[in-house]
């Protein structure tokens, strides 16, 4: 099992930033890789990046540029640093690990960025 708990979502203006946090603990040996994934009223839930336990990265195109995510295994935590926030970027936003046979997911957190 592995738990997820995530943290740093908010209110921001259009071109603002913030930066959301997900904390893992549990079986994390396990992980293989951990992401942040959205989904906003009345659409499906999608990927917005991902990183390996390797270091790869894999972005959205609609957010290549602007969002960056990074892993600090030390303290078994994934960052998603969001910059030049967009109204279209509001959603609830879910912590993602994934192991060999499983997903887990946070408990999601609200990101709304107004024009």
């Known amino acids: 099992q592995v738990q997820l708990v995530e943290s740093g979502g908010g209110l921001v203006q259009a071109g603002g930033s913030l930066r959301l946090s997900c904390a893992a603990s549990?079986?994390?040996?396990?992980?293989?890789?951990m992401g942040w994934y959205r989904q906003a009223p009345g659409k499906q839930r999608e990927l917005v990046a991902a990183?390996?336990?390797?270091?790869?990265?894999n972005y959205a195109d609609s957010v290549k540029g602007r969002f960056t995510i990074s892993r600090d295994n030390a303290k078994n935590t994934v960052y998603l640093q969001m910059n030049s926030l967009k109204p279209e970027d509001t959603a609830v936003y879910y912590c993602?690990?994934?192991?060999?046979?499983?997903?887990?997911w946070g408990q999601g957190t609200q990101v709304t960025v107004s024009s």
């Open positions: 993602n690990s994934r192991t060999i046979l499983l997903d887990y």
């Open positions: 549990g079986s994390i040996f396990s992980i293989r890789t």
């Open positions: 990183i390996s336990s390797g270091g790869s990265k």
